[in-house]
């Protein structure tokens, strides 16, 4: 049966092109896999291969046609004994054009419509634990070490790799004692290697494990930050559904003191902007555990970003046996009628010294503690800001596309008319961290620099 | 035009050369229609055929037993077809439809199937291996004797990940077999351009792990290949190299002019080298088939193959609803 032989797309975006040269004529008998043309395309002249043998029964297009559409017929085709105007009139009649992907029809890019109209929202935060729990005082690190041992204990699939987390016993002490317990199967020391070893562990979550990968600093996970986006977490979109990959990715993030501008950088806003990934970096001790825990037991990859500076600060952390906190929920902190306050990880300490200064000039500040930056609890802050009408954010990262931009922006399109002055956003500067004490302090966010942003949106 | 060499005489059952011939032979009529297919239009994006290179998946998949696993670069209709995923769910995928493997989501370079162990579908080039080495310390850790056949090409032989991974593999001595296609050109860039020490094989040296270079146009040559190399994965003595000398007919993609060789160059691999032509030739000079046989077979597969492109434009694009599903499990 005669064939149409069709004007090819030899890329992806191209369109049509000039059929520059033929190199067969009518009649000649063409083997599977022989040039039969040269096409041009915007990029370039490219050789147009026979897909089937048969005969030549007509050039449909001559040479030097320019702007010849694809799929455009451009000849036919012919079996042996077959006539060429049989050919062509039953390929015309026969032939069918392939039907073209139908374009999506728009759909909403975002869940909720911005709401013009003042609508009421209700706060999801709600105590962690019950009052009457009994309580204990640890420390941030100790908190995540005992997370870790756990759930380790309950799982055996559970494991930790990195730099230094065994027989140094962590370069934070964050894993002291774990090698002792657990083996050095299940505390892996790895080399300096973070893209072979972070590529290694997403792999074994892929496997059924579930790694927990410890980057001594976030800043040393730029090596690997193909495999925690590309790899970890778009994989399950790309696959349909079929491939989940329940790994943790932890360790300290943003500046520690005097490490300068390679060592001392918040990726918050980096990892908050991908789709796949969940994201949390706590400020207590209590979140620490209750967040890492749960972590470990998420089905999708988490990034757990953690600071050098709070590993040491005590807080009270509930003395259950099992004591996990769910993703996408804010902590109020402090509970204020004039101004809200949003921060999470270590800007919640320069919010809640704020939020105590200001009261001392009757400012009364509510502090919200995001905790987790996907998912986000919106919620509670929309709910703080309809009854303060004012919010400031707070964090340390760079400004440009910082937490606080989105924060405002989110603000700005839900609760609009309940504001009585724009949202202010408190970050680091927009410079590399220097190394001098005193210009390093100048480039982190301050305490002042809050009270300053309350104090302008309260118009005081 | 050369002739081909009078094939020896193999000793390989008939069986076992006419499954080698139409594994072989599904792919490469499979990828031809992927190609007609791109040229109407059906198919979108990037699009990179295996002709040419069918040999090496097809030897290496017969020394496989269930729970093995592989994964491989964007390259990667060939290794899905040779580990028994369906050539309908593959080309729907192509046409990104709703009835590919990964519901239209994926893409040419992004298929996976959990029941056949078959972990992608990679486009960052090199970004694979780590990740296989990482399937195999999931059987490691477990304590089976699954190997993980870890596929990469010439090109990603010189990205750093991999020498990370080969130290890593061979400390933790994990069940991997590295299987380089080493094809001769990094995208247009041609080996010698690109690669100060050519013999890939031997960079494991550095890190104590054993490899060897292997004819990757002779299916028989790679089996043979593949199980000393599962031998030694299994056996626990941790990763194995093996780099396959082969050969793609097509450009990288669609959309390559394929001005950096020469028509003369492919037209002589393919007359001299041809992985296909070579079993046929096993089997009708040795009177193992005969050419009637064989004609059943090109028919069967021819079938197969429409059948998948038929599959592949009736099923219907994926529901608007499905943008926003599968991003959390």
């Known amino acids: ?360 000039d009757g400012i009364s500040a509510e502090v919200i503690d995001l905790r987790t930056l996907r998912p986000i609890d919106y919620d509670t802050v929309l709910a703080s800001v309809q009854k303060t009408n004012r919010c400031v954010t707070v964090e340390e990262g760079f400004p440009v596309g910082s937490i606080g931009d989105h924060m405002a922006s989110t603000i700005m399109q839900r609760a609009f008319d309940y504001l009585d002055a724009p949202v202010v956003t408190c970050t680091g500067k927009d410079v590399p961290m220097p190394y001098a004490a005193n210009l390093e302090k100048l480039a982190l966010v301050t305490t002042a620099e809050v009270v300053a942003a309350v104090k302008s949106v309260c118009y005081r | 035009m050369a002739a081909r060499k009078a094939p020896e005489k193999s000793n390989v059952s008939k069986d076992e050369l006419l499954k080698y011939y139409r594994e072989m032979l599904l792919i490469r009529r499979f990828e031809e229609k992927a190609g007609q297919l791109y040229g109407m239009g059906l198919i979108g994006g990037f699009c990179h055929l295996y002709i040419g290179q069918e040999a090496v998946v097809v030897g290496l998949e017969a020394c496989t037993k269930p729970g093995d696993k592989r994964l491989t670069s964007y390259r990667d209709h060939g290794h899905m077809l040779a580990c028994g995923m369906s050539a309908n769910g593959v080309m729907a995928e192509l046409t990104g439809r709703e009835g590919g493997y990964s519901k239209g989501k994926g893409g040419s370079m992004h298929m996976f199937s959990k029941e056949k162990h078959f972990y992608g579908g990679h486009g960052i080039v090199g970004a694979q291996v780590p990740l296989g080495a990482g399937l195999a310390m999931s059987d490691w850790y477990k304590g089976n004797d699954n190997v993980t056949f870890t596929y990469f090409g010439d090109g990603a032989a010189n990205q750093g990940q991999i020498y990370e991974t080969y130290n890593m593999a061979e400390l933790w001595k994990l069940p991997v077999i590295f299987v380089i296609e080493n094809n001769g050109y990094a995208m247009g860039t041609s080996m010698k351009r690109s690669t100060k020490s050519t013999t890939f094989y031997g960079r494991g040296a550095a890190y104590g792990i054993e490899g060897e270079q292997v004819d990757g146009m002779d299916v028989l040559a790679v089996k043979a290949a593949g199980e000393k190399a599962v031998a030694h994965c299994r056996a626990g003595k941790g990763p194995y190299i093996l780099e396959m000398m082969t050969y793609r007919y097509r450009g990288h993609s669609m959309s390559d002019p394929a001005k950096y060789r020469t028509r003369e160059e492919v037209e002589k691999i393919k007359q001299e080298k041809d992985c296909i032509e070579h079993v046929r030739d096993l089997l009708t000079h040795g009177g193992l088939a005969s050419e009637e046989e064989l004609k059943a077979i090109d028919k069967e597969i021819k079938e197969i193959v429409n059948a998948s492109a038929e599959f592949a434009k009736e099923s219907p694009e994926p529901a608007l609803s499905e943008l926003w599903t599968d991003i959390y499990a």
């Not at chain 1, 090819?8 to 896999?33: C, F, I, N, Q, Y």
């Not at chain 1, 451009?74 to 390929?91: F, P, Q, R």
């Not at chain 1, 204990?136 to 870790?148: F, G, I, N, P, S």
Request: hydrophobic share 50%; with cysteine; proline share 7%.
């Open chain 1, 1 to 360: 049966m005669a064939t149409e032989i069709l004007m090819p797309a030899l890329s992806p975006t191209m369109e049509e092109g000039t059929l520059a040269k033929w190199l067969v004529k009518e009649g000649d008998r063409v083997k599977s896999g022989q040039i039969i043309a040269e096409i041009e395309t915007d990029k370039a002249t490219m050789e147009f291969e026979a897909v089937d043998e048969g005969i030549i029964g007509k050039l449909l297009v001559a040479e030097d046609t320019a702007n010849v559409k694809v799929n455009t017929p451009i000849a036919v085709m012919v079996e042996e004994g077959e006539s060429v105007s049989a050919a062509s009139s039953s390929a015309v009649g026969g032939a069918s054009v392939a039907p073209a992907p139908v374009a999506a029809a728009p759909v909403a890019v975002v869940a909720a419509a911005p709401v013009a109209a003042p609508v009421a929202v209700v706060s999801k935060a709600s105590p962690d634990w019950a009052p009457g729990t009994p309580m204990k005082t640890m420390t941030v690190r100790e908190a995540l070490r005992e997370a870790m041992a756990e759930e380790m204990r309950a799982n055996p699939n559970v494991f930790l790799m990195g730099e230094e987390v065994g027989e140094y016993q962590g370069a934070y002490k964050i894993s002291q004692g774990l090698l002792d317990e657990f083996g050095p199967k299940r505390v892996i020391d790895t080399p300096i290697t973070e893209i072979g070893f972070t590529g290694i562990a997403v792999g074994a979550a892929w496997g059924g494990l579930n790694p927990i990968v410890e980057f001594m600093t976030f800043n040393f996970a730029m090596q690997a930050i193909d495999h925690i986006i590309n790899s970890a977490a778009k994989t399950l979109y790309m696959s349909g559904g079929q491939m989940p990959c329940p790994i943790v990715f932890r360790g300290a993030n943003g500046a520690a003191a005097r490490v300068a501008a390679q060592h001392s950088q918040d990726f918050a806003a980096w990892y908050a902007a991908i789709p796949g990934l969940k994201l949390v970096m706590p400020y207590s001790a209590s979140d620490a555990k209750g967040l890492l825990k749960q972590a470990i037991r998420d089905p999708n990859p988490v990034v757990f970003l953690e600071n050098e500076i709070l590993y040491g600060q005590s807080f009270e952390v509930p003395d259950l046996p099992d004591f996990t906190i769910p993703f996408g929920k804010a902590r109020v902190w402090r509970e204020g009628s004039d101004v809200t306050i949003v921060s999470f990880g270590i800007g919640m300490r320069y919010a809640l010294e704020a939020a105590d200064l200001l009261a001392k």
